[in-house]
């Protein structure tokens, strides 16, 4: 199978199962379809500890982008976090999903590092109100919500995709002997 398609289905293939297993209060389903996902891409890739830096660093603004929406009352879960006033596990696991399509599925974002804020600022809006309608998120206030979400993705998207580039960038180096 062709590597981007089959990247890009595993993507969908995990969101879905995050979503709707969130939304049914059963989050680990999701999760693990998820960790299926990214074993499948660190197999395939060229550079896993590159691959693992870019799955670490997404994983990190993740959970701190997530808690910090949280802890402000713009974003709430159903599921509970395991640590009280934190973004929920599976919600920073779909950051670890996504990260995986970086250097294959979504490669076409380096192009422009302007194109990565828009399709962020707008990518990440629908994104989570596509959640919010499959019942794994909802928002006090829906249109400060996803405007704040949509500014955070604006930047935290060219961010990762710079740093995936890189990774990319180092696994194309040959090895000194």
């Known amino acids: 199978m062709n590597a981007v398609l089959l990247n890009i ?5 995990g969101w879905l199962a995050a979503v709707f297993s969130a939304a049914a209060s059963v989050p680990v389903l999701g999760t693990l379809a998820i ?7 660190l197999a395939r890739s060229e550079s896993r500890s590159g691959e693992i830096r870019l799955l670490g660093l997404a994983a990190a603004i993740g ?18 976090s395991i640590i009280p006033g934190t ?8 950051w670890l999903l996504f990260a995986t399509t970086l250097n294959v599925g979504m490669r076409w ?5 302007v194109v990565a804020a828009i399709f962020g600022a707008i990518g990440g809006p629908l994104s989570f109100l596509a959640g919010a309608k499959a019942g794994a998120v909802s928002f006090p206030n829906t249109t400060v919500s996803l405007a704040v979400i949509g500014l955070g993705w604006a930047v935290f998207l060219p961010l990762l ?6 990774v990319d960038e180092q696994a194309a180096i040959p ?3």
């Open 9 to 13: 289905s595993l993507f969908k293939a």
């Open 35 to 41: 960790a299926v996902a990214v074993i499948t891409h």
């Open 63 to 80: 959970f701190g982008w997530e808690s910090l929406l949280v802890a402000t009352g713009l974003v709430q879960y159903g599921a509970v």
């Open 87 to 94: 973004a929920p596990y599976w919600i920073v696991a779909m």
């Open 109 to 113: 974002l380096r192009k422009s590092l």
């Open 161 to 166: 995709v710079r740093y995936a580039s890189r």
């Open 175 to 177: 090895a000194k002997a």
